[in-house]
Each structure stands twice: as structure tokens, then as C-alpha cells.
């Protein structure tokens, strides 16, 4: 395995551990657009990290990088708003920082991209 490929593995054990929190402990009747929002992100990185698996190229990395800035954000703004709750404020906070680690992973990874294009005589643009 590459290391885009791990990074797609890490997609993932994010999506599925994000859609088991949110279908075990985002009951109340008043979340249901935070249900809807980190249910469409599970499944969003799930895609990502299936794309990474088969065929990890430019596209699926890029994708992987703003993915992963809209995945920290969202966790971090429900990191604020269920601030009163300590065990949904450990876990978002969680999968925020899953969602920067997997962000960054790519943004590293887009360099890694590079230089296999220039080693194979391939245009990097």
C-alpha cells in the first residue's frame, strides 16, 4: 500500500466511526440537520477513501485535502455548538482532528505525486 492509499484507508475508519456516532448518539428531534450534514460527510469520505483505494491520482488527493478542511470545519463548528456536552465535544473534537490529519496527509501526498510524474518523464501539470 501507498501511502495515498493508506490515507484513503484512514477516510475510511473516519466515515464509518463519524456514521456510528451519529447514528448511535444524534437522536434528539433538534439534530437533525447535524444528522443529515455528518451523515452526507461519512459518506463523503467514504467515497474519497474508495477513490484514494482503486485509484489514488491528482484528482482524488485534491479532493482529499478540501474534503478534509470542510470535514474539520463542520466537527469543529459542532465542536462549538455542543460545547455544554462533554462527551460530543470529545468526539467532535476528534473527528475534527481526523478531518486536518487526513487533510494534511494530502496535501503532503500532492508532492509525493510530483516527483513520481517527473521520475516517470511524465508533465506535472
Excluded at 484512514?10 to 464509518?16: E, P, V
Amino acid at each position: 500500500m501507498n501511502r495515498r492509499q493508506l490515507i484513503g484507508a484512514g477516510w475510511i475508519r473516519a466515515a464509518a466511526f463519524s456514521a456510528v456516532i451519529t447514528l448511535v448518539f444524534r437522536t434528539d428531534s433538534d439534530q437533525g440537520g447535524q444528522v443529515v450534514g455528518t451523515i452526507a460527510l461519512a459518506a463523503f469520505g467514504g467515497i474519497v477513501g474508495l477513490w484514494l483505494l482503486v485509484r489514488p491520482g491528482r484528482a482524488a488527493v485534491r479532493l482529499s485535502v478540501a474534503g478534509g478542511l470542510v470535514w474539520f470545519v463542520v466537527y469543529a463548528w459542532l465542536v462549538l455548538v455542543q460545547a455544554g456536552e462533554l462527551e460530543a465535544w470529545v468526539t467532535d473534537a476528534f473527528l475534527a482532528l481526523l478531518g486536518a490529519l487526513l487533510a494534511g496527509s494530502s496535501w503532503t501526498a500532492r508532492g509525493q505525486l510530483a516527483a513520481q510524474d517527473l521520475g516517470a518523464g511524465a508533465n506535472p501539470r
